[in-house]
């Protein structure tokens, strides 16, 4: 059943499906799928109104590839010399840095990547955080502890695929089973009214960080020139020799009764995806036109989308969601920077449209009144080795973060910044820096802020309890 469980929930988020499956136990016991009210009984759907005052959201965006977080956060004064002699060909000009004055110091002193300019004035006016050297932990590990093996690490380090799903899911000792925000979803899905869509969002695909045992990915296309409001996934019916009686005639055969459970849930789920997908196109048609302007680019798009599906909470009925979007990318073995100008390339271009996207995406909640319930945040598979490779980075561990929103208690830097030395005592070769803040801290941290309780932290977070600060205290 697991096996079968996985491929329904992989089929569920590439057709736009939500959480009509109540459990997989009770497909089980019952051998049926748990259907919805049918869109059709309300031929008019409910215009947009202001978003909840209880409403509230965290935007997960993930930088696919591991951010070289040491040009994100850069030293500045007495520490810039040694950086730039252990970054050689990837060190940043001084004299570009956007210098950051947090509330509270080490005693050294950094400046903000150049291409960072939107997030650098959010910084200041505090509503950004920097979050210090985060990364994928079993429990506390120090590099007197990592030379000595007595401490279990998490597995397959500077993996892709293992550190993205360890980072997702927040359990690297055990066989993934659920993500921690649909953990998170599954204990606070009882504050939404509505079982029509699924407070779990996703603008990129299928994702593991929202995989949970009651509530599926509701997977939407993000806003384009022809879907300026983005819009859920939809059969095709006007190319590709569709029409509309071919669609019609296939959601008959959705519907059409089947003994077989297996081919009883699969139509089950791909009805209940299309009638859910016709309701919110039709929601989403009633939102009203946000004037915010958005970056055209990958991440602007995905951003948009999520603050039109924000903008029709209130009609939806929704008091919590949980967003997940994606950017490719960030795995820059070589051209990290431009080879005349340090300040500008590959890497820059990435932090430019974070930047610029998360911006906007404030901007639009501010637009909407609700800034202070929309929280956003960074994560990545991992940092990137402080030394070059020659042309770029290799795989690393810990990495800096951002958290952005109205409640975010900003122009700090949380958390430790590593001992920025090769050899020194974060590093365990190449400047591949162990983290000294948990993902599972970060987590709880912003799981607390959406009101998962201090009794379920342990449900949403299993291994919290093994790390000193649940609470970092970033949010209000």
């Known amino acids: ?38 869109p059709s009984s309300s031929p008019t759907p409910p215009t947009a109104g202001a978003v909840p005052s209880d409403y509230r959201a965290l935007v997960c965006i993930f930088l696919n590839g591991g951010n070289d977080a040491s040009n994100l956060i850069i030293p500045t004064g007495g520490g810039y010399a040694a950086y730039a002699s252990a970054r050689s060909v990837l060190a940043l000009p001084q004299t570009n840095l956007l210098s950051l004055n947090p509330k509270t110091s080490d005693g050294r002193t950094f400046g903000l ?3 960072m300019a939107e997030l650098h004035s959010l910084f200041g006016s505090g509503k950004l955080a920097l979050l210090a050297n985060v990364g994928t932990l079993v ?42 925000g649909g953990r998170t979803a599954d204990l606070l899905n009882s504050l939404n009214s509505n079982n029509q869509v699924s407070m779990s969002v996703t603008l990129n695909g299928f994702n593991n960080f929202q995989v949970a045992d009651q509530i599926s990915q509701l997977s939407v296309n993000p806003s384009s020139t022809g879907a300026p409001k983005g819009g859920p996934v939809v059969f095709n019916n006007t190319t590709g020799g569709n029409n509309p009686a071919r669609y019609a005639a296939q959601k008959d055969l959705f519907a059409s009764a089947n003994t077989n459970l297996f081919a009883s849930a699969f139509g ?31 991440l602007g798009n995905q ?32 051209d990290q920077v431009d080879d005349i100008d340090r300040a500008i390339g590959a890497h820059a271009d990435l932090l430019r449209q974070v930047s ?26 991992f940092g990137r080795t402080y030394s070059s490779n020659g042309d770029g980075t290799d795989h690393g561990w810990g990495g800096h973060h951002l958290i952005l929103g109205g409640a975010v208690k900003g122009g ?15 590093d365990t070769t190449n400047g591949r820096w162990i983290p000294t803040t948990s993902v599972d801290e970060y987590g709880a941290t912003l799981a607390r802020w959406f009101g998962v309780s201090d009794t379920n932290m342990s449900i949403a977070f299993p291994n919290v309890g093994r790390f000193a600060n649940p609470n970092l205290g970033f949010l209000a």
Request: proline share 5%; aromatic share 8%.
């Open 303 to 334: 951003l948009k989308a999520i603050a039109y599906l924000i903008s029709v909470s209130s009609s939806l009925n929704l008091r919590r969601q949980v967003f997940f979007a994606r950017i490719g990318g960030w795995d820059t073995h070589a």
């Open 268 to 298: 089950g789920i791909s009805k209940d995806a299309i009638d859910t997908s016709e309701l919110l196109g039709a929601v989403l048609n009633t939102a009203p036109n946000l004037s915010t302007i958005f970056p055209n680019t990958t």
């Open 139 to 180: 429990q506390p590990t120090t590099k007197a502890h990592y030379t000595a093996g007595t401490v279990k690490l998490p597995p397959q380090l500077f993996s892709h695929n293992d550190q993205q799903v360890q980072w997702q899911s927040s359990v690297p000792d055990r066989p993934f089973n659920t993500g921690w």
């Open 356 to 381: 610029q996207g998360m911006n906007a995406f404030y901007n639009a909640t501010v637009e909407l009144g609700c800034s202070d319930r929309v929280t956003s945040f960074t994560a990545s598979d």
């Open 113 to 115: 990547h150049p291409g």
């Open 412 to 426: 700090d830097i949380y958390g430790r910044m590593p001992t920025l030395t090769l050899g020194g005592p974060d």
């Open 1 to 38: 059943m697991n096996s079968r469980r996985r491929f329904l929930g992989q089929c569920c988020a590439a057709v736009g499906t939500t959480g009509m499956l109540s459990t997989l136990a009770q497909l089980r016991a019952t051998a049926a799928a748990a259907s919805l009210s049918s």
